[in-house]
Each structure stands twice: as C-alpha cells, then as structure tokens.
C-alpha cells in the first residue's frame, strides 16, 4: 500500500509523482506542483518514501485549484509535452464501478478524461429534475492527457443526479495556442443504467467496462438532438400515401399462443417466463426451459421478419440475466440488423427488451 512521501505512477492514466496527503482511499499526489487526488489503489509506487525525500525537500511548493477548495491558486504550472492529434478537444465523462458483480451495492468512482494538448478549467454538478438548483461536485483544473478522479457515489446519491452539468474553458501554459470556445454542457442521466451490467460497456481510456460520456470529441461539444415531432408525423403520412398500395391481397399469418403473445397498441407483447409456456415444470431442466423460451423467441421472430417497424417487447424478467443474453446472442447472430434496446422502464422495470423489425 503506497504511503505518504512515495514517489508513484498512476495505473490506468499517463503521470505521476510524489504522494502529498492522504484522505480516506484518496492519495493527493504531487506531479510538478500539480496536487492531483487519485484513488490509493490506482497508484503504483515506483520509489519508496525514503529514496524520495531529497526530491521532496528540493521541489518548490505550487498550488493549484484542484478538488473543490475554492480558496486554491494556481502560483505555478509546468508546461507540458504535446501529442500529435491532441489540438482536438476529446473530453469523457464516466463512472467505473468497483465491484461490478453487485451494481446494487457497490460504488462507483467517477472520472473526467482531458485527451487533448489543452488544460481544462472545469465544473461537474448534478441536480434532481424536481429543481433547477445545482450541486457542484467538483471544481478544478486537469492538465493535458490526464484523466482526473472526481468522486465516489453510491446508489443512494443517483436520485439527485438526474441532470449533468460540466463547463469547460481549454487553455495552453507557456506557448501560442489555438482558442477553444468555452463549453457548458447540460444533460439528462438515465440513473436506471447503474444497475443493469450491460449498460457498461468497453472503452478505450479503461481497462474496465465503464458508462461513458463524450462531452466533446473532436472539438465538437455534445449536443441534444432536438426533434420536431410534427414535421416527423407528417412526413411518416406522406411516406405512407406513397408507399400503400391501392390493393392489398389478403395474408394469413399463424399466431403464437395467446398465453404468451398480446398486442398493445402497435406494439407486440412476448411474456417468456416459462409460466406463461406450460402448466407445469415438473421433470424439466433449466436447460429445456431456456430451449422452450428460446423457441418462443424464434417463432416470434420469425412471424415477423416482413413487418418493418413493427415492435415487439420480450419479457424475460430480471433473474440472473441467463435468459436475456441468450437472446441478446440470438439478436448479435441469428436475427442481427434489427434495433435492439430496453423496453420502457417504467412499464416493464428491468425486465424487458424490445426489438424493432
């Protein structure tokens, strides 16, 4: 366990130096007169304390506005060595959890990613959609190719997290630079995907699977996409004016077993809980119960394969998620090109996933 005065390099990010203070799992580290908190298990010592202290009796002190003391300086910054590419702001948000195996109750540590040749001043709050008041979370600078730890949450903190706000102003130290306009970036956060394992997924700046945000990628800030749902409707009316025939020839389709198949609206409805498949689970194995479930899916599918944009909603239920990844592999492989995502959660909660054709 690395301790006060070690000289260390952090695990997954570029730097390192000096350990300052330490608070809790946090190691505040010096690199250059920058106190940066990183998280006591991301730090690999490289010197112990006792080859280090000359260095630390020869190092001039140098503060900057890291964290959230407001009443910190910036005295001193060293500037720092360019990469090729890195005059393009590419900014990330994400949440790592520590123990991914138990979302329900493991903590997530929180980190903003600067790739890019340009120090950040920046912001990170949160609000619950009942106000418009914010909460900042973290408050402080983050030098070029770093990614800087910002926090530890639980599941209890996300009810209060359900907007995101982070302000950016990108500078250079020492050396001509290209100005970036300053960002203020506003969004909504499905605090729901903190709980499903799937939601995370691989990224190029962890080691692990994460939930990520791209505030800016190639200088291009994240953006909303506003939709205006009456030029929609009425180019779908248009679309279908042209497209329907003045003739239909009649179609006989068979139909599932209603136990199991219901149509709501435009939207159909497969309850897969082996339940609702046969009377009784006498005699049966998990494995031909989830080849029944699997079957119904296919049979599904494959009644529907010619009904473009016809939705259908699987309920597989929460459970182990046995059952929803074998049809994830059946939708990867099998019947891939067709829109996956989750049903509605506040009709289906976790259980459910809905393909459109």
Same mark, same amino acid.
């Given at each position: 366990?690395?301790?006060?005065?070690?000289?260390?390099?952090?695990?997954?990010?570029?730097?390192?130096?000096?350990?300052?203070?330490?608070?809790?799992?946090?190691?505040?580290?010096?690199?250059?007169?920058?106190?940066?908190?990183?998280?006591?298990?991301?730090?690999?010592?490289?010197?112990?304390?006792?080859?280090?202290?000359?260095?630390?009796?020869?190092?001039?002190? #140098?503060?900057?506005?890291?964290?959230?003391?407001?009443?910190?300086?910036?005295?001193?910054?060293?500037?720092?060595?360019?990469?090729?590419?890195?005059?393009?702001?590419?900014?990330?948000?994400?949440?790592?959890?520590?123990?991914?195996?138990?979302?329900?109750?493991?903590?997530?540590?929180?980190?903003?990613?600067?790739?890019?040749?340009?120090?950040?001043?920046?912001?990170?709050?949160?609000?619950?959609?009942?106000?418009?008041?914010?909460?900042?979370?973290?408050?402080?600078?983050?030098?070029?190719?770093?990614?800087?730890?910002?926090?530890?949450?639980?599941?209890?903190?996300?009810? +209060?997290?359900?907007?995101?706000?982070?302000?950016?102003?990108?500078?250079?130290?020492?050396?001509?630079?290209?100005?970036?306009?300053?960002?203020?970036?506003?969004?909504?956060?499905?605090?729901?995907?903190?709980?499903?394992?799937?939601?995370?997924?691989?990224?190029?700046?962890?080691?692990?699977?994460?939930?990520?945000?791209?505030?800016?990628?190639?200088?291009?800030?994240?953006?909303?996409?506003?939709?205006?749902?009456?030029?929609?409707?009425?180019?779908?009316?248009?679309?279908?004016?042209?497209?329907?025939?003045?003739?239909?020839?009649?179609?006989?389709?068979?139909?599932?077993?209603?136990?199991?198949?219901?149509?709501?609206?435009?939207?159909?409805?497969?309850?897969?809980?082996?339940?609702?498949?046969?009377?009784?689970?006498?005699?049966?194995?998990?494995?031909?119960?989830?080849?029944?479930?699997?079957?119904?899916?296919?049979?599904?599918?494959?009644?529907?394969? #010619?009904?473009?944009?016809?939705?259908?909603?699987?309920?597989?239920?929460?459970? +182990?998620?046995?059952?929803?990844?074998?049809?994830?592999?059946?939708?990867?492989?099998?019947?891939?090109?067709?829109?996956?995502?989750?049903?509605?959660?506040?009709?289906?909660?976790?259980?459910?996933?809905?393909?459109?054709?």
């Amino acid at each position: 366990m690395a301790k006060i005065g070690d000289r260390v390099r952090f695990l997954h990010s570029v730097g390192g130096g000096i350990i300052k203070r330490i608070e809790g799992n946090v190691a505040y580290v010096d690199d250059d007169g920058f106190e940066i908190p990183t998280l006591l298990k991301e730090c690999v010592v490289v010197a112990p304390a006792a080859e280090t202290v000359e260095r630390i009796a020869a190092t001039p002190e #140098k503060a900057v506005a890291v964290g959230n003391d407001a009443s910190q300086t910036t005295v001193e910054m060293a500037p720092a060595e360019e990469t090729p590419g890195g005059d393009s702001l590419n900014i990330v948000l994400a949440w790592e959890p520590q123990n991914p195996k138990n979302l329900s109750q493991t903590e997530f540590d929180t980190y903003l990613v600067n790739d890019s040749n340009y120090y950040l001043y920046f912001t990170y709050s949160t609000r619950p959609n009942e106000t418009n008041l914010w909460n900042i979370r973290y408050a402080g600078i983050v030098e070029p190719g770093i990614q800087v730890f910002l926090e530890s949450i639980k599941g209890t903190d996300l009810p +209060e997290m359900d907007r995101v706000n982070v302000q950016l102003i990108a500078f250079k130290k020492d050396r001509p630079y290209m100005m970036k306009n300053p960002v203020a970036i506003d969004l909504p956060l499905d605090t729901s995907k903190f709980f499903k394992l799937h939601c995370f997924r691989p990224n190029i700046y962890f080691d692990t699977e994460v939930i990520a945000i791209d505030l800016v990628k190639d200088d291009r800030p994240h953006v909303r996409a506003i939709i205006d749902s009456s030029h929609i409707e009425e180019e779908i009316r248009r679309k279908k004016a042209i497209d329907k025939p003045k003739r239909k020839p009649v179609e006989k389709r068979s139909l599932p077993s209603q136990a199991t198949v219901r149509r709501k609206g435009e939207v159909i409805e497969v309850d897969l809980h082996i339940q609702e498949l046969v009377d009784s689970t006498a005699g049966l194995s998990n494995a031909d119960m989830l080849n029944m479930q699997i079957d119904r899916f296919r049979k599904v599918m494959e009644e529907n394969l #010619k009904n473009k944009g016809q939705k259908i909603v699987f309920i597989h239920g929460k459970g +182990e998620g046995v059952l929803r990844q074998a049809l994830m592999k059946e939708l990867n492989h099998r019947y891939k090109g067709h829109q996956v995502q989750d049903a509605s959660f506040r009709e289906y909660g976790f259980g459910a996933t809905q393909v459109t054709i």
